[in-house]
């Protein structure tokens, strides 16, 4: 009986084995999406989701950025990128610059999931060693809203996913990607000059202010003058105490997103209008308050962005 368990016990490895290779997904030359649904297990490092991969041998995590706009965007100080060519410079939004470079010297790249790619072209890439300092020392990149253009995204922060569903007609009529949540609120939002950033209305108090929202944050408020002392004076916004590194934070209270869905945020980083400049030239935004919805907000939901239809679902947690 023994020898027939361990040989049952030997069968089914084996035969779990075959399965999980049976389903490697391997594509070659350009990082896109493909399959009708992808699950990615993420890694929340301080505000940011990460995913884990292996380029070229080398293990290190990709930031899941929707900021980022080309589908990939590697880090040339974690993994050694022969032949890579200056192409310009980058910005962040935080302002630090950086000369981006161009390769296509990505042999293989290996998600935790088991999705790969193999002989990348055309791949960008940077010396983000000031990333590694300040976030995680296996920083390997981005991931950014090309490489899941075409898919209605998913944002479980408490469980630790990101699910990612191909948009197709029959997908837009049943709606699969809600089955079982509880759907909150289903708020509109616009796009400017970049296809990447959702953009939606605001209402604090009496102080409009155009909202973007973005995985590469804490999230952020910055306020008209005028509007700010009304909103302190309103107990709209107060002291949110200081962070680890000596910044000041604020909560904000009784957000209106939208028309239609209430909410607060506590511990939101205040900027200066000078602060904005990046995010207000390359979004085009002339609003006087402008906010971030990041970490902050959705760390406190989860939620579904539809692209195609212009709209974000807010779901229970």
Known sequence: MKKIMIAFLLCSTQLVALAQLSTVQVYEHIPVLHGDSIVF?????NAYPFVSVEV???KGKLMFDNGTEAALNLNDNLVNLKAKKKEGKGNFGSGQSFDENITDTIAELKFINGLTYRNLLNIKSAKLDFLQRSITPDLMGFIGYNFFKGYILKLD???????????TGQRSSSKDFLNGERVLAIINFELRSRPNIPLVHVKI???DVLGAFDTG???MVQLE?????????????IPGGIDGYGEELLNVNDIIIDGTFKTNMIGTPPISLKGTEVFRKALQIEEPSFMCFGYRFLDQYKTVWDYAEKKIYILEK
């Open 41 to 45: 297990p993420i890694t929340m490092i």
């Open 56 to 58: 070229n041998g080398i």
């Open 157 to 167: 922060y408490l469980r630790r996913k990101i699910t990612l569903y191909k948009n």
């Open 205 to 207: 108090g009496s102080t």
């Open 217 to 219: 944050q804490f999230g």
């Open 225 to 237: 003058e005028n509007a700010e002392k009304e909103l302190k004076a309103n107990g709209l916004l």
